[in-house]
């Protein structure tokens, strides 16, 4: 990740506008009311419990969807929505994203370089099990780290985070043999992702319920602009300094955004009763968790197959190194447009809706723009700005998608587990996508194929999720 790119609404709150015919399906934890103004400075209330009917039988009786009970963890919560406290926290967040993220992006050039230079007595599957170590613990572990924010907040973990990931790079940039950059590299600089990650997006839940969208782009900006910086940076370094003091440069990098980041982000609602720190399997039995699991799932997928083959496609085509260099670029910058305009609008028009309008966006750019492209630069650049914008959009949207289905207390365990089910098979993805291409001789008309119809797939199970958590006898478009 991406990664991987994003925290908790509920269902239908206290301060949305619902349609008259959605009243009678779903009740509410306090009077419907008008819903205020995105664009301007106000304090929201919802409930942690909406978006079930009140008498639906088998609802898990601990669930946040559950009806509340008077002096339960469900009682209303008033957000923010803006001022300085809430921005200076998106503005922490997107300092621990930068270097999480920021690392992971550099990941392609740190294999070249060490089977090239440092582990040259290595095959290349060794060395890229180093990679796949570091890949697989920044994401399976936010599973745990979750748990963990929401019951004691973002502080130690986000003190972790940033003490594992200083250490591992000063540890790696003296390292000799392979068992040190395993276990430096790999396990602590994993280690230290993970508990930047979930916390720095799960904050942002606890001052923002209407422009919570917003707010989550904002902060997710911070991969993209990593992603232009830190894989220039480091390859400069290389030629300059070398290995071992491009290390100690990315270390003093990383510290110096992670020690702001301990300063600026804070959580605000006290944990939830008889909040635990260990993954629960309660989470899968909320109603729809399973079909928007399935449709991140899917749409993650799809998505992470032109992120790490783009680049391979463009110069399979003949065009040339600087050029993939130059899609690249432009693919990310679109994506930081993407994040923003893609959360402020799931703030207007319900982030399951605004994920079925960019899937089948991204789905058309495959078939329509990407799939006939075979010679011109223009047909590249179009496909890596629609792309790249959609893409966007799907990292800021999907932490407030999970959001949606529980309350803000408990939004760390529920983000945490999602993104956990989702990474990994995301790093399914690649390999499946890799094999496609030599499997048909070079030709990359199957991989295109194959993220179009997984992103077609996905705004249909988006579609069958929202409403089978708003009732079947809502208007397809109601706002959630």
Known sequence: MSRDLSPAHSGLSSGAAVESDVKSTLTTAGSISKRPLIGKRHASTRSDASGLLPSEPGSHPDSPLSPPSPGSDSEEDTYPEG????????????????ASLGLMNVMAT????????????????????????????????????????????????IVGGSVCLFAALIVVSISTNYWHLLVAFAVFSGLGSALLFTPSIAAIGHFFNERRGLATGVATTAGSVSAVMFPYVVQELFVMVGWPWTMRALALICLGVAVGANFLIRSRLPPAKHAKITPSVRVFQTKGFGLTLGAVFLMQFAGFVPLSYLSGYVLAKGFGQEFSFDVVTVLNASSAFGRVAGGWLGDWVGVYNANVVFSVVASIACFAVWLPVEEGKAGMI????LFGFTSGSNVSLMPVTVGKLCGTREYGRYYGTVYTIVSLGVLVAIPIAGKLVLGSRGSWDGLIVLTGVAYLASAVVFAVAKMSIVGWRSKPWVIF
Do not use: E, M
């Open 83 to 98: 001022g300085l406290r809430a921005w200076l926290v998106v503005f922490g967040s997107w300092l621990a994203l930068f």
């Open 110 to 157: 740190f294999d070249t370089y060490l089977s090239a230079r440092h582990l040259v007595d290595h095959d290349n599957g060794t060395v890229g099990g180093i990679i796949s170590l570091y890949t697989i613990l920044s994401f399976t572990l936010g599973i745990y780290v979750g748990p963990v924010f929401d019951k004691h907040g973002p502080r130690w973990p």
């Open 382 to 385: 179009g496909f890596a700005v």
